[in-house]
């Protein structure tokens, strides 16, 4: 006989780093949570939603850094499940986009376990937003592409001349996460198939109190990354939704460096 579920496991999108873009989807899972196994990038405020009996692990997973191996986090949701807790995974944006969400998923189906998720606001929105940029004007874009600048190990990377052919030819606004370490590469890639003087926006730590960001071109994108300082947590975004940004910047005597 199949041994019944006692537990339940929410996969929880907690945005980009602003609590008050939580959903309240997500506040109600926090806060009945009695286990909460939180990502690196999840900001600390989000946690007074949390039940003050609820115990509070921290997983951090972040490109770049040491984090806790992927196969651990799966065991410890598996056991606590099986065990009869409500587990909530945090996860900083969205579940779904660039958060494992997906392998974490079929890793609880895998024993029985049927998880929720809850979405999130993914931190590429939330860094245009910010900048008051809209991802699809319709002046200026079809379509948005999100991209990985970061290569599951052992895997190729992206074809990047393709994908700016792609960009370049279908008008679409190119976003990349975690892309900051092979900016180099990826800007010479992007080259192939993008005009040099393509519009570029950096922004670092989308939406928290902290958030900076640079605005340039595609033939300076590494040199300006290193020149501000900018380094993870950003989003890369290149097209000519940000043609108006960069203008204003140009005609600015004051430096464009952070947002609100």
């Known amino acids: 006989m199949k041994t019944p579920i006692k537990g339940r ?3 929880v999108g907690a945005g980009p780093g602003d609590p008050e873009l939580l ?7 926090i806060a009945s949570a009695t286990l909460l196994l939180v990502d690196d990038l999840v900001n600390d405020a989000v946690l007074e939603h949390a039940s003050p009996n ?45 958060g494992r969400g997906g392998e974490e998923v079929e890793n609880l189906r895998q024993v029985g376990i049927d998880a929720d998720v809850v979405n999130g606001i993914t931190s590429g929105q939330a860094a245009m937003t910010g900048l008051g940029v809209s991802l699809t004007h319709r002046d200026h874009a079809q379509g948005v592409l999100f991209m990985t600048g970061h290569a599951q190990p052992g895997a190729q990377g992206p074809d990047w001349p393709s994908v700016a052919q792609l960009c370049h030819q279908q008008r ?47 033939d ?10 900018l380094s993870s947590p950003c989003i890369i975004a ?23």
Request: proline share 4%; hydrophobic share 45%; aromatic share 2%.
């Open 238 to 260: 290149v097209g000519d939704v940000l043609t108006a940004l960069r203008a204003l910047k140009e005609n600015s005597p004051i430096p464009m460096r952070c947002a609100a």
């Open 54 to 98: 609820a115990r509070i692990v921290h997983v951090g997973k972040r490109g770049g850094c040491k984090s806790t191996p992927q196969a651990f986090i799966d065991k410890l949701m598996i056991t606590a499940v099986l065990e009869g807790e409500h587990v909530v995974r945090l996860k900083g944006g969205d579940p779904f986009i660039f």
């Open 23 to 29: 959903t309240l989807k997500a506040v109600k899972a």
């Open 9 to 11: 496991c929410t996969l």
């Open 220 to 229: 300076a994108l590494h040199d300006t990354l290193h020149a501000e300082g």
């Open 172 to 218: 679409i606004t190119l976003l990349i996460y975690m892309g900051t370490s092979r900016s180099a590469q990826i800007q010479a890639s992007l080259l192939q198939g993008l005009p040099a003087q393509t519009s570029v926006a950096v922004v670092q730590n989308a939406s928290r109190h902290d958030q900076r960001h640079a605005v340039t071109t595609l």
